[in-house]
């Protein structure tokens, strides 16, 4: 764009018009777990010593330099990588504590957590945890959370670090032994769930974009032998949100997404990641 302007004195004097041109880009888009503010993709890790490590994406389906997020986190017993959860722009981690208090940790875009405020209370009846994004389709953070009786709940961000209302969004869970999400998996820009049942195959659970569901598909099968299944969003750069999941060996896997429900051939991008006790 092109700014003209000019100045003008106490004694009402003005100054010759200037013109400047300036081109305005707009900021990188708030990606599905982006810790740096570079609009790559990231995943964070807790060890056996309760360290939580931040690995940065290279947004290529790489690595850049790990680094520290804190110490102490085996103290608590869920943590939850989120996209912008308190409306700042920035990727949060939500955690809950053996007292069931949901803390949310603020992420401060440049690779670090901020001090952690109260989300929530009355959590530890919650036996699995994710954070789906943008669920309900109000452009809010959202929660889903699944109880002892294997009932899922919607737990609705307010956008500001909080929750709105809460709804029950399907039964029956208990049968999976991994849930989680990955955005939207199937091409149709609304937030999706993959789930691994017992007999070790995947399924996709299409969101409807209102807090709902469209009948799930099965994704694949072979699965029993993953310790570790995450959704890093597009891990990959091609646009199209991936998996990555861990064996019991420690080997890390990319299993990118084809954007419509399925896979491109998978690589191995880690190895040694046995000894993390959380890869959410």
């Known amino acids: 764009m092109t700014l003209k302007y000019f100045a003008v004195d106490t004694s009402n004097n003005s100054s010759a018009i200037v013109t400047q041109a300036y081109t305005v880009t707009a900021p990188p888009a708030n990606t599905w777990k982006d810790y740096t503010g570079d609009a790559k993709n990231d995943v964070v890790a807790r060890d ?12 290529s389906g790489g690595w850049l330099a790990q680094r520290s997020l804190g110490t102490g986190w085996n103290s608590l017993n869920a943590i939850v990588p989120t996209k912008d959860f308190n409306g700042d722009g920035r990727s949060d981690v939500l955690a809950r504590d053996t007292n069931g208090v949901l803390w949310l940790y603020p992420g401060n875009g440049s ?4 001090t952690r405020v109260q989300a929530g209370t009355a959590w530890s009846g919650k036996t699995l945890i994710l954070a789906p994004g943008d669920f309900s389709g109000d452009g809010k953070a959202d929660v889903l959370a699944r109880d002892s009786a294997g009932i899922l709940w919607l ?71 993953m310790t570790a299944i995450l959704g890093p969003g597009d891990f990959n750069g091609d646009g199209k949100n991936d998996v990555l999941a861990r064996d019991a060996g420690g080997n890390l896997f990319l299993y990118p997404g084809n954007g419509t429900s399925g896979w491109l051939s998978r690589s191995q991008v880690g190895w040694g990641w046995g000894g993390f006790t959380s890869l959410p």
């Open 155 to 225: 737990h609705r961000g307010n956008g500001t670090g909080g929750f709105a209302s809460s709804a029950q969004v399907g039964t029956g869970w208990n049968s999976m032994n991994a849930i989680l999400s990955t955005g939207d998996f199937n091409g149709d820009s609304k937030t999706d769930v993959l789930a691994r049942d017992t007999s070790g195959i995947l399924w996709l659970y299409p969101g409807n974009g209102t807090g709902g569901w469209l009948s799930r598909v099965q994704v694949g099968s072979g699965w029993s032998g």
């Open 48 to 59: 056996n010593s309760g360290t939580l490590w931040l690995y940065p994406g290279n947004g």
């Open 111 to 114: 690779g670090g957590l901020q």
